[in-house]
């Protein structure tokens, strides 16, 4: 089974500043799905960004950027020019591309603080 | 475009009482996923539904728990008995079938139990 590791349970930045939240996984699949969902103190899960497994090239959305080394199985997500509204928990979630009905693999979260 | 809708968004039982969570997907949507939160902790996921069929109970309790996806009407986690260990935030879920947003979750704001 697949399974997903986030090791900094607590991270914190100064506004404007860049931050990089990390995330490995462990699978022995060479296609899938690979996300960062936010969920701010309302509580409501929003997608962040997207990476496909067969995509060489890291996404990005805005501020926000992957750093996918699909040898490493690492996942990492670069915020920059943090701002106040980036304060939130950051899910890393994995989900495998072959097997029909596969669900969504969750790590355990990380609680970003952006400090004024 | 509603998006995902939970109800209740808060929920108080007694033990033993029954609890039930209603989800309706997005527009477009035909698949539903359960996932459970404790407090500071990830999300686990619990169950992975189509119209009128279970794809994928593995991370449902044995006992006490079901779920179900009518042809008609919203999702449904239902609770039996409950216990305060079952007191969490309940997140739904949905994805379509096919296209670009396949692999891509759009989570509803959630459930909140308390069981007294």
């Known amino acids: 089974a697949q399974t997903v590791t986030q090791s900094q349970p607590e991270m914190s930045v100064q506004e404007a500043e860049t931050v990089t939240l990390s995330c490995t996984y462990d699978t022995s699949e060479s296609d899938y799905y690979l996300f960062w969902y936010k969920q701010p103190p309302s509580r409501q899960m929003i997608l962040v960004i997207r990476?496909?497994?067969?995509?060489?090239q890291n996404a990005t959305e805005n501020r926000f950027s992957v750093n996918f080394q699909k040898a490493a199985k690492s996942f990492s997500l670069k915020i920059s020019d943090s701002q106040l509204g980036d304060a939130a928990m950051y899910f890393c979630a994995y989900r495998s591309a072959y097997i029909y009905g596969q669900n969504f693999v969750f790590g355990p979260g990380t609680r970003l603080s952006v400090l004024p | 475009n509603a998006g995902v809708m939970q109800n209740p968004r808060h929920l108080v039982r007694r033990r033993g009482q029954e609890a039930r969570l209603r989800c309706s997907p997005m527009?477009?949507?035909?698949?539903v996923y359960w996932y459970r939160q404790l407090p500071e902790e990830g999300l686990k996921f619990m169950v992975y539904?189509?119209?009128?069929?279970?794809?994928?109970e593995s991370g449902m309790p044995k006992e006490r728990f079901s779920a179900e996806f009518p042809k008609e009407g919203p999702s449904i986690l239902r609770i039996q008995q409950v216990v305060r260990g079952d007191s969490a935030a309940y997140f739904c879920?949905?994805?379509?079938?096919?296209?670009?947003?396949?692999?891509?979750?759009?989570f509803g704001a959630g459930s909140r139990l308390t069981v007294l």
């Open positions: 539904l189509q119209k009128e069929n279970i794809i994928d």
């Open positions: 879920a949905s994805s379509p079938v096919q296209g670009t947003g396949a692999n891509v979750l759009t």
């Open positions: 990476q496909e497994a067969y995509k060489q």
């Open positions: 527009k477009g949507h035909s698949h």
